[in-house]
């Protein structure tokens, strides 16, 4: 985590782009960080389903 805290602290802005190793495309700082928002609210909204199927509980 820190080498990516480094990498983010680093760049002028969020157009900076970096290559992809396994694509071979360019990709930017914002596609990267657009990405990891949505991997974290999709983990989190499974959490929440499997908290409501546990306790019953639904909402906040």
Same mark, same amino acid.
């Given at each position: 985590? $820190?080498? %990516?805290?480094?990498?983010?602290?680093? $760049?002028?802005?969020?157009?900076?782009?970096?290559?992809?190793?396994?694509?071979?495309?360019?990709? %930017?700082?914002?596609?990267?960080?657009?990405?990891?928002?949505?991997?974290? $609210?999709?983990?989190?909204?499974?959490?929440?389903?499997?908290?409501?199927?546990?306790?019953?509980?639904?909402?906040?």
């Amino acid at each position: 985590m $820190a080498h %990516s805290r480094r990498i983010e602290r680093a $760049a002028g802005s969020l157009d900076v782009t970096g290559h992809h190793a396994r694509s071979g495309e360019d990709v %930017s700082l914002r596609l990267v960080m657009l990405h990891l928002i949505h991997e974290y $609210a999709r983990h989190n909204g499974h959490a929440d389903l499997l908290r409501e199927g546990i306790d019953g509980s639904v909402g906040a």
